[in-house]
């Protein structure tokens, strides 16, 4: 595995030494793998300045076209070097090679070419307009960079989510300053390198790498700083939310979810099995869309139960190289004392554990990482905790209902309000229920099917705004109306 020792910011088309290191650890055994920089103020500082005086330079003359071509090589360039970015997310994260080179990379390129090409056709509106006298007048808009962006990613799915803000920022016009979780810094770091590589001109892509809240804090108070964009939990959206206020900065959020799989009586079995376990157990639960709440009509309850519990009994878990392996651990150890605590507040609240419910023995280096079971419970209420606060780990539970107004009404009854997935054969159910469901993305036979011009986020705690397509486009431009007078008559 190809292992980079010191990650570096990278600032005004420089990496730069910083004065601190911490450790990146590996989820798989514990070890440290790497030193990761932590961003001093001055550091932050200067990324700023850099990124503000690089929207005067070059990038700011730049055509669309031109713009869109470099994006379009950027994408070029991580497939080229697909096999490092691909080994740098498996040692930060232990996840799958299966999942790493079928979403993870391969949709980071995908999200430059998406916007590159929306880019080009990013127009304003135009209305023409009487007036009273008896004249008319001409409104157009124009779409202009914000400016600066701050972006911060998250741990999870860490080069997917990061280029799905820097590139609609980038394609837009505007310079960005990506602050990376510390869990997963290393593809950041790759992408760095790219844009190097590629010519992106100094100050439009600058990395900023350290420790949560401290540099969060610097970079999104930062009074150059003109838009925020995070993806994360909702308590650190709320945190971010305080910081920028007095700074009326544009945000966009997509926070936490806690979310509900409907499994109706008309549903296919066997699709509605393995969709249910793929949405509570990819990436080892840890994607903000992954079911938490499964309701499955009495009619077919037990049945369903039997089968998805045998489907997540069958979940290969291990070295993410190792054939057929589909989820590894969970990104830390702190992460999985939280979800342990889980498992084990629903045993104490009265759960029956179907499957799963603690730690893996492999009786190798693996024992000092952070693997979990995957996990399927039933009999608590809809209240309890377990069913209200977003757990991010590879447990669901699994509930009965009887009719469809029951069971919408249940699955709405939740904070949150990110995603949710309809499984059923009957057209117009699925009409019908898809859209009384509180969220901003209802699947309906499928999970995680992405179109990346559609609408993407969440209502409620779950987020603020819509990201995709021509909504990032939206987000990232700053619209400027211009109207012109037209005298009616010559003078
Ligand atoms: O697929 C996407 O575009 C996206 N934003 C996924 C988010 C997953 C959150 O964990």
Redesign the pocket.
């Given at each position: 595995m190809n292992m980079l020792n010191a990650l570096h910011c990278y600032i005004d088309g420089k990496f730069q030494p910083s004065e601190s290191y911490f450790d990146n650890i590996s989820p798989i055994n514990g070890e440290k793998i790497a030193d990761i920089a932590e961003a001093s103020p001055q550091q932050i500082d200067s990324a700023v300045h850099a990124a503000k005086q690089a929207l005067k330079g070059d990038w700011g003359q730049m055509s669309v076209q031109q713009r869109s071509l470099l994006l379009h090589k950027v994408a070029d360039r991580i497939e080229a070097r697909l096999s490092e970015f691909i080994d740098a997310e498996i040692a930060d994260t232990g996840k799958s090679l299966h999942q790493v080179e079928t979403i993870d990379i391969p949709?980071a390129a995908a999200?430059f070419r998406t916007f590159a090409d929306l880019a080009k056709f990013h127009t304003g509106e135009t209305f023409v307009t009487d007036t009273l006298s008896g004249e008319q007048a001409l409104n157009y808009s124009i779409n202009k960079p914000l400016g600066v962006v701050a972006i911060i990613s998250?741990w999870?799915?860490p080069l997917?989510?990061a280029t799905?803000k820097i590139a609609p920022a980038l394609a837009c016009g505007n310079c960005v300053i990506l602050k990376p979780s510390e869990e997963t810094s290393s593809t950041a770091f790759l992408l760095a390198q790219v844009m190097d590589e590629v010519g992106i001109p100094n100050g439009v892509f600058n990395l900023i790498l350290g420790r949560g809240n401290k540099v969060g804090d610097l970079l999104t108070e930062h009074s150059k700083v003109d838009a925020i964009t995070f993806?994360g939990s909702s308590s650190t959206g709320q945190h971010i939310m305080k910081k920028v206020a007095s700074g009326v900065k544009p945000i966009s959020f997509?926070l936490g979810?806690k979310n509900a799989a409907i499994v109706f009586q008309d549903a296919d079995i066997d699709k509605a099995v393995a969709g249910v376990a793929r949405s509570s157990f990819t990436?080892c639960g840890?994607?903000?869309?992954?079911t938490e709440r499964v309701y499955v009509h009495r009619e077919i309850y037990q049945d369903f139960v039997e089968r998805l519990v045998k489907a997540a009994k069958a979940i290969k878990i291990g070295y993410p190289k190792e054939p057929k392996v589909l989820i590894g651990p969970l990104i830390s150890k702190q992460h999985q004392q939280k979800v342990l605590s889980y498992y084990q507040q629903a045993k104490k609240s009265g759960a029956k554990v179907l499957t799963g419910g603690g730690v893996p023995n492999f009786g190798d280096e693996r024992d000092n990482g952070c693997f979990i079971e995957p996990t399927i419970i039933t009999g608590l209420s809809d209240q309890d905790p377990i069913n209200q606060e977003e757990i991010f780990g590879p447990i669901c539970h699994v509930a009965m209902f009887d009719s469809e107004q029951e069971v919408i009404s249940r699955a709405n009854n939740t904070i949150y309000g990110l995603a949710a997935a309809i499984w059923t054969e009957n057209l117009s159910r699925a009409h019908r229920v898809a859209p009384k469901m509180d969220v901003g993305l209802v699947w309906v036979n499928t999970w995680?099917l992405?179109d990346?011009r559609t609408p993407?986020?969440g209502v409620k705690l779950s987020g603020i705004g819509r990201?995709?397509g021509a909504h990032s486009m939206a987000f990232y431009s700053e619209a400027t109306n211009i109207c012109i007078n037209i005298d009616k008559s010559e003078k």
């Open positions: 949709r999200n998250p999870n799915l997917l989510l799905w993806t997509e979810g990436n840890q994607v903000c869309l992954c995680f992405r990346l993407f986020g990201e995709g």
